[in-house]
């Protein structure tokens, strides 16, 4: 049964608990569908809301205080801030959709976003992640922040129990996978991208890349006087001072941007205008002025002042095979001395970007409580040929011969920073045979780095997934093994199918065994109905008037 959330009079529509049906949600004029609990039975099922909290009739503090208390009330979890009860237990955080905080300024359809954040907290997650986009809240010139919409988001999150990962999104919105929405980078910094090109990545065919600005000029004023290190700086120092007050407690942790779609790396595999498709090996990304001057530099002080002419010559186009080029092929040029010159060249100055953000952010989070992370790309196509010649043009050294891993790892952990990585849910078997694909071999190896580094692990699931063998695979990648076990994992992404029965009912138990340790516990067996939210056994006295209690919606 569906259940559509309104945002204009009523709050919550009124339910028929014996017939299952479908409010018409083109009648609808903001609305966001989540799967309806079902009647409770047998001790074991969650009845579904049935009083309307009107808008007119409530007040809005009055509402978020009483739906809390019932939360609680009905589902006996901890308290706000509670750590979870056993240390082997690994949380669950959910990524809110990436138009949250709207273009125009405001939270996006704040009344389901709050019901959908009950929803989340009565199945036992942790907390959401948001991106907090550089293009909305600094778009209004140089130094001009507006942190407002996000202060409503984190009040927000606050008074419904959870808490925050937030993404310091220095990147545009939109051109990738999963991109549901647009957001440039701030209309300042496009001025000036339009005045001086190279100032964002570039490919041999000289095609710009407006998603982040160019790691090659990290430490120069392009940004009207200022650095980019030193405009990113200024950003999150003045995030640090507008929410001082929820750092360490609702805000637990900063996730550093360090590229485009946050990640660490080169933009090397974009899809906007179809420029490439997967399995592709992408192309190397260094052909503004800056990233060619730095090329330059290094091939001189190598003694070899040609190789610093161009990139290589031979490493063909974005939708290309490894086997197709001369550079990446079996015994191609990556594992020549030009091509480790090159290679060494071009993951280094990944790293030194990487380092240089990580060490402001370092300086800047000291002591707020907050943790700080990064994120890695899972580029698992081609992981099974010699060359690994996707994760190559994307910045990352690693081949048949040399662990590129471990150099991010000891970067991150040197900043006492966690390593974010994705793909986590993603099986060998599931992928096609013609890419040469392997996420379950680059997830083991990216474990294995963590632990030589001493680094905390993250992860994510890259793709949308609602089905029992991606979290299966979740559960299973994030176990204590003989390599490293995960701190966390965050759930992408919070959306309407998420809440849809089958998907919520697998979502609720996957969170659960999650919080267990990776253990999968069967439902109580009076569950034979198999409810979409497992909430335990109410008490006696509890049971006679839940009827009339504010659940959680789902």
């Known amino acids: 049964m569906a259940l559509t ?26 609305s966001v569908s989540l799967a309806a609990a079902p009647v409770y039975k047998a001790g074991c099922r969650l009845r579904a809301a049935r009083a309307a909290l009107s808008s007119d009739l409530v007040k809005p503090t009055t509402t978020a205080a009483l739906t809390e208390h019932h939360v609680e009330r009905l589902h006996g979890l901890r308290a706000a801030h509670e750590p979870l009860a056993a240390s082997s237990g690994v949380p669950v955080y959910v ?23 009950m929803a989340l907290r009565s199945a036992g997650v942790e907390g959401v992640m948001v991106d907090v986009w550089w293009g909305l809240v600094e778009k209004d010139g140089p130094g001009k922040y507006n942190w407002e919409a996000y202060l409503e988001l984190v009040q927000m999150v606050e008074r419904n129990g959870l808490k925050l990962q937030m993404v310091m999104s220095f990147h545009q919105c939109g051109g990738n996978v999963g991109d549901s929405c647009s957001i440039p980078l701030p209309p300042w ?8 090109p190279d100032i964002v990545y570039t490919d041999k065919s000289g095609r710009r890349n407006p998603e982040y600005i160019s790691l090659g000029c990290d430490m120069l004023p392009v940004l009207r006087g200022r650095t980019p290190i030193q405009v990113y700086s200024d950003y999150m120092r003045s995030f640090r001072e507008k929410f001082a007050d929820y750092l360490g407690n609702c805000i637990v942790e900063i996730q550093v941007g360090l590229g485009p779609c946050g990640e660490l790396r080169y933009p090397s595999y974009p899809e906007s205008n179809g420029t490439w498709r997967f399995p592709g090996i992408g192309e190397f990304q260094c052909y503004d002025k800056y ?8 091939a001189v002080a190598a003694g070899q002042k040609e190789w610093g002419n161009s990139g290589p010559h031979d490493a063909g186009h974005y939708n290309q095979f490894p086997e197709d080029t001369g550079f990446f092929k079996r015994e191609g040029t990556w594992n020549t001395d030009y091509g480790k010159f090159f290679l060494e060249w071009y993951s280094g100055k990944l790293l030194e970007h990487g380092d240089r953000i990580l060490a402001s952010a370092d300086a800047i989070f ?21 060359s690994h010649a996707a994760e190559l043009t994307a910045g990352y050294y690693n081949t048949r011969y040399r662990d590129g891993y471990i150099p991010i790892a000891q970067m991150m952990a040197k900043r006492g920073v966690v390593l974010n990585f ?17 996420p379950e071999l680059l997830v083991k190896q990216v474990k294995e780095a963590t632990k030589a580094a001493r680094a905390e692990l993250a992860g994510e699931n890259a793709l949308e997934r609602y089905d029992e063998f991606a979290y299966s695979q979740v559960l299973s990648t994030s176990r204590g093994d003989s390599c490293i076990g995960l701190s966390a994992f965050t759930y992408l992404r ?8 089958e998907n919520w009912r697998h ?18 067996k009076c569950d034979s109905t198999h409810s979409d939210l497992y909430v335990g056994f109410l008490k006696g006295g509890e049971r006679k008037t839940q009827n009339n209690e504010v659940a959680a919606l789902v």
């Open 5 to 30: 959330l309104r945002s204009s009079t009523s709050f919550l529509s009124p339910l028929d608990n014996t017939k299952s049906h479908k409010i018409n949600e083109e009648q609808l004029s903001a």
């Open 95 to 117: 990524m809110l959709p990436l138009d949250t905080v709207s273009p125009g300024g405001g939270v996006s359809r704040a009344r389901a976003l709050n019901a959908s954040l």
């Open 189 to 196: 910094v496009l001025e000036e991208v339009s005045k001086n």
């Open 291 to 298: 990233m060619k001057a730095s090329l330059q530099a290094a």
């Open 366 to 386: 000291r002591g707020t409580g907050a943790k700080l992370s990064g994120k890695v790309a899972g580029i698992h196509w081609h992981y099974r040929s010699r």
């Open 422 to 438: 994705t793909c986590m849910e993603m099986r060998d078997e599931q992928q096609p045979v013609h890419a040469n694909c392997s």
């Open 494 to 501: 919070m959306n309407k199918k998420l809440f849809e029965g």
């Open 507 to 524: 979502f609720v138990a996957f969170v659960k065994h999650m919080s267990e340790g990776g253990r999968k516990v069967a439902l109580p």
